[in-house]
């Protein structure tokens, strides 16, 4: 699965995001609710994606870290949003020290290697996570037009969210009546057919032309930042459009 942006592009959209989660952080304080995530507040937000960044760095150094024990970590520092940085620097480093050809695990479908996807990764989950921060300070999920997310990172992530998560055997999009998604940004010159069974859904990126667009059972449209916090269930709800099936069966915090 090629990236859409490049490493540097993915590096840097990791930086604005923490600069994002950061800030919005700090503004609700760590003992506001998370609407996007109702399970968490904002310190738990955070220990989760402090976590996750140091878990990441350390697959890139060949080095096993205990989630659990990081996580504790985090939800007992002293200053949880420095510490929240601190991993997000070091994995930062860590990205950009790994050889290309490193040796790391992966877990998306097709994935690209362990340095690229990595950096991809993380670029994508920091954003989200940053879009929940801001929903804690904002007190409900932002519109795309609040949010710093730029249109080629939300192409990218689309991409990686549908072609990389949806796949995947635990992937709970699921229905006993089949239906297919046309995907269909207003941006760039790529859509996404969707078809979503009793088995892992079947995901295929064609040219925003493609006649199988069409044919689908629900036309998903809108701007690529719109979509991309949509199909990540961080966005406002619409009754009408066509995602009912989406936000009932698909559970994706990462």
Known sequence: MPTSLTFAAHL????????????????????????????????ALIAHQGMVHRWAAGLLAGQSKETAALEREGRSAVDPVEWLRDGAIDLAAAL???????????????APPPRAFWARRQCHE???HAVDAMAA????????????????????????????????PKSTLRTATPVVFAVRPDEGEQAWVVRVTEEPAVTTAVGRDDPALDAADVQVRGGAVDLYLRLWNRAPV???????????KSRVVW
Request: with cysteine.
């Open 12 to 43: 840097d959209g990791l930086r604005e995001a923490l600069l994002a989660f950061t800030r919005y952080a700090d503004r609700a304080g760590l003992r506001a609710g998370v609407p996007t995530c109702p399970e968490w507040d904002v310190r």
């Open 96 to 110: 950009t020290r790994a050889p290309e050809t490193v040796a790391a695990p992966v877990f998306l479908k097709d």
């Open 126 to 128: 920091t954003t989200i």
């Open 137 to 168: 300070a904002y007190g409900g999920a932002p519109e795309p037009a609040q949010t710093w997310v730029g249109v080629d990172l939300a192409l990218d992530g689309i991409d990686e969210l549908l072609c990389g998560f949806l796949p995947r």
């Open 238 to 248: 619409s009754a009408d459009d066509g995602l009912e099936l989406w936000r009932e």
